[in-house]
């Protein structure tokens, strides 16, 4: 049984920083890529970051670029977010995902595991 499980969300206001953690466990993830995505109230949940696990490669939503750093601790089989400079429409519920095989992917259908969630709210 795989499990993703999330932590790290909560209240901040703009401009501030939270760092999302993500731990995998179940399986071996060194051929897996990782992936956050976000609901916000509404909307469908999109894309946000992801990263090889095995070649350390990453991709961003634009919205994001130069704000938000995905990275991996193969060690803790661990993926974390870290959100700088956060606006109010980065408020939403934040996922993390996993699927099999090398290449990143935008699209949820992708992703055959996903965390349970955790709230991010950014005050303005």
């Known amino acids: 049984q795989v499990q993703l499980v999330e932590a790290g969300g909560g209240l901040v206001q703009a401009g501030g920083s939270l760092r999302l953690s993500c731990a995998a466990s179940?399986?071996?993830?060194?051929?897996?890529?990782m992936g956050w995505f976000r609901q916000a109230p509404g909307k469908e949940r999109e894309f946000v970051a992801g990263?090889?696990?095995?070649?350390?490669?990453?991709y961003y939503q634009d919205s994001v670029k130069g704000r938000f750093t995905i990275s991996r601790d193969n060690v803790k089989n661990t993926v974390y977010l870290q959100m700088n400079s956060l606006k109010p429409e980065d408020t939403a519920v934040y996922y993390c995902?996993?699927?099999?095989?090398?290449?990143?992917?935008?699209?949820?259908?992708?992703?055959?595991?996903w965390g349970q969630g955790t709230q991010v709210t950014v005050s303005s």
């Open positions: 995902a996993a699927k099999a095989g090398a290449c990143i992917s935008s699209m949820n259908s992708d992703y055959g595991y």
């Open positions: 179940g399986r071996t993830f060194s051929t897996y890529v």
């Open positions: 990263i090889s696990w095995s070649y350390g490669s990453t």
